[in-house]
T-cell receptor, first 113, second 114 residues
Framework: DAGVTQSPTHLIKTRGQQVTLRCSPK?????VSWYQQALGQGPQFIFQ???????QRGNFPDRFSGHQFPNYSSELNVNALLLGDSALYLC????????????FGEGSRLTVL | AQSVTQPDIHITVSEGASLELRCNYS??????LFWYVQSPGQGLQLLLK??????LVQGIKGFEAEFKRSQSSFNLRKPSVHWSDAAEYFC????????????FGKGTHLIIQP
């Protein structure tokens, strides 16, 4: 049973560019959440998708957007990249009707130069 | 607004010794509390969670945590640590039956001395 998979694992962008990160949830899960983890910090909640809609959003600007597909996979898009967007982006999947346990992927490490 | 404080940035413990990692939270309603562990280059793994009921919860890898509402704390404990326990530990709080986005603390880095 594959867990949560994320791609790419590492990427480098320059300021002002746009990036798309991808996530496939654990089998049987219908909810995908995205977190940003800056170096030396705890993860910060960006948003959560359920039934292809943004269900909940953290305190992140509109430059951060997402999408969930019918197969429950998800994308995180960040526009107009800033140096401060450099971080590990973690995807977590869960079942909305389940126990609330999040299963995390290993993350996508974004470096903005 | 909800928040989590982990007062200890680093903790060093000798192998075989006991461990306690502190976590204090602020949350306006019934909190759902979690402890996650992150090894270098890895995602986060759930150690244990508290939703309701018994305030002492057991988790994986021999960890346990105690919920104390009066102190707004959810400290993680282990009676005897192993070298493989060296990692970053995060406490988190959420709501919505555990379905809402979580607020994490900044983490405690655990170092195990031989």
């Amino acid at each position: 049973d594959a867990g949560v998979t994320q791609s790419p694992t590492h990427l480098i962008k320059t300021r002002g560019q746009q990036v798309t990160l991808r996530c496939s949830p654990k089998s049987g899960h219908d909810t995908v959440s995205w977190y940003q983890q800056a170096l030396g910090q705890g993860p910060q909640f960006i948003f959560q998708y359920y039934e292809e809609e943004e269900r909940q959003r953290g305190n992140f600007p509109d430059r951060f957007s997402g999408h969930q597909f019918p197969n429950y996979s998800s994308e995180l898009n960040v526009n107009a990249l800033l140096l401060g967007d450099s971080a590990l982006y973690l995807c977590a999947s869960s079942s909305l009707q389940g126990t609330g346990e999040l299963f995390f992927g290993e993350g996508s490490r974004l470096t903005v130069l | 607004a909800q928040s989590v404080t982990q007062p200890d940035i680093h903790i060093t413990v000798s192998e075989g010794a006991s461990l306690e990692l502190r976590c204090n939270y602020s949350y306006g309603a019934t909190p759902y509390l979690f402890w996650y562990v992150q090894s270098p280059g890895q995602g986060l793994q759930l150690l244990l969670k508290y939703f309701s009921g018994d305030t002492l919860v057991q988790g994986i890898k021999g960890f346990e945590a105690e919920f104390k509402r009066s102190q707004s704390s959810f400290n993680l404990r282990k009676p005897s640590v192993h070298w493989s326990d060296a990692a970053e530990y995060f406490c988190a709080v959420g709501g919505g039956g555990g379905a809402d986005g979580l607020t994490f603390g900044k983490g405690t880095h655990l170092i195990i001395q031989p």
